[in-house]
RNA sequence: GCCGUCGUAGCUCAGUGGUAGAGCACUCGGCUGUUAACCGAGCGGUCGCCGGUUCGAAUCCGGUCGACGGCGCCA
């Protein structure tokens, strides 16, 4: 044993050779372990990196202890750091003294593994470097969205995750049960924020919301967090910019904070996210038909994009791609309609490739008339809405807003295979565990 | 909700009607420069579950549960 030591040098500091010949100290986890007989090789990982540690029965004295360690036992090592050919990184720490913080059992997760294993041990998976570089990247993506709203004026709100009401008519909610009352968790913050906006004026958020649908894809949780935000006097044109901005604003930042960890989860393609600046692409869903049909794709005006489409559409833009004016019909009540065309609507769906929809957004209808008329349309209690249609009642005044599916963000940005590896704890259709 | 695939050792899988297999992990032994170390030995199973066909079922049939992949719906 060793005495403790107040500092601990970060692995990566190793690596980049900054203590060549220095004796260090480092804590953290076996990431792998060789034993050849009075010798042993310890791959060290802390949160910063892999180093190699080599300790023989002559340099260390608790040798005996440390020879039969298992996978993912936490240690400290001292020792002197030696730039190495034969080590894993190039440079090795040789143990003068190991300190056995706690000898681990049989970890659950070996070399070789299933999705429902790991999903399964979610908990100890994210222990791998791909979680830990994904993850990395998305506290990046939570700080860039706040300081993006932030800097641009707009106020942090918050509203209840327990409401009485649905936002939009389509989708399932999930009831809960209020001391005998019905209801559920929230699906968006809008319809508080277009209570709050005549307050506090330009304001966003970044919460959790919740779909019961049972959706069976790469890209739908039924929990994620939901980035939105509603300002008054903001009209269509300015809300297309806003968003534009705030995705630059996030691509800007993961560029500079996470390169190494981008350049691992895109295996090395970094051209796409670095031609990631403004002006995005932006075509109206007229348009978007139009090259649909050219495509050979069989898509009628008036009908939703399916993922065949949205897939076709990101495919023809080397960017993301703005689609805006969309029949009235397939999108929500509270959309305005276009002044130059009310058969449309001051709406955009922003599309990237691998995930499709990012960003949904609209200018809001303010007329009362018209969207009670809309409600009735889709058999909605009128009633529910009561508080919120005093919102158009008092003081009505222009406003936009969207949302942003969070974990879509990050799915695009790390190009990974399935949205539930963007989020640490995933919550699908058929998973609710650990 | 619809379509499809798969459930065999702790993990990853092979096994198409006749005594349950491999690699890895783990345990023991060997090895002073390993790179997913290597060599030898050992431990390890209600073949998801229920029923049926058969002299005999991991294998064929029916049902059921679970997971995964895709579509639809959405962010």
Partial sequence: MHEKHAEYTDVNEILKGEHTGEKVCIRGWIHRTRN?????????????????????????????????????????????????????????????????????????????????????????????????????????????????????????????????????????????????????LAQSWQLYAEAAIFSLGKIYTMAPSFRAEKSRT????????????????????????????????????????NREELERLRGGDMDYLLRVKSPFHRITYQEAIHKLNEAGLDIEYGDDFGAPHERELTDIYDKPVFVTHYPQEIKAFYMKRAPEDESKVLGFDLLVPHVGELIGGSQRETDIGAMESRLQGEGEDITRYGWFLDTRRYGSVPHSGFGLGVERLVTWLCSLEHIRDSIPFPRTPNRYRP
């Avoid at 998305?138 to 969205?145: E, P, Y």
């Fill in 218 to 257: 790469a890209r739908h949780l039924t929990e994620y967090w939901h980035a939105e935000t509603e300002a008054p006097w903001l009209e269509f044109d300015g809300l297309v910019e806003l968003a534009e901005g705030m995705v630059c604003n996030v691509v800007k930042r993961v560029l500079e904070n």
């Fill in 36 to 184: 050849i007989g009075s010798m042993v090789f310890l791959n060290i990982r802390d949160p910063t990196g892999v180093v190699q540690v080599m300790a023989s029965s002559d340099s260390v004295e608790n040798y005996e202890e440390i020879k039969p360690l298992l996978l993912e036992s936490s240690v400290e090592v001292c020792g002197e750091v030696a730039e190495d050919r034969r080590a894993p990184g190039g440079y090795e720490v040789r143990a003068s003294g190991v300190n056995v913080i706690h000898a681990a059992g049989v970890f659950p997760i070996q070399e070789d593994h299933s999705v429902e294993h790991l999903l399964d041990n979610r908990h100890l998976w994210l222990r791998s470097t791909y979680m830990r570089d994904i993850l990395t990247v998305r506290s990046t993506v939570f700080g860039a969205i706040h300081e993006y709203f932030r800097a641009n004026g707009y106020k942090e709100f918050q509203s209840p995750i327990l409401t009485p009401l649905a936002c939009e008519g389509g989708s399932t909610l999930f009831p809960v049960d209020y001391f005998g009352d019905e209801v559920y």
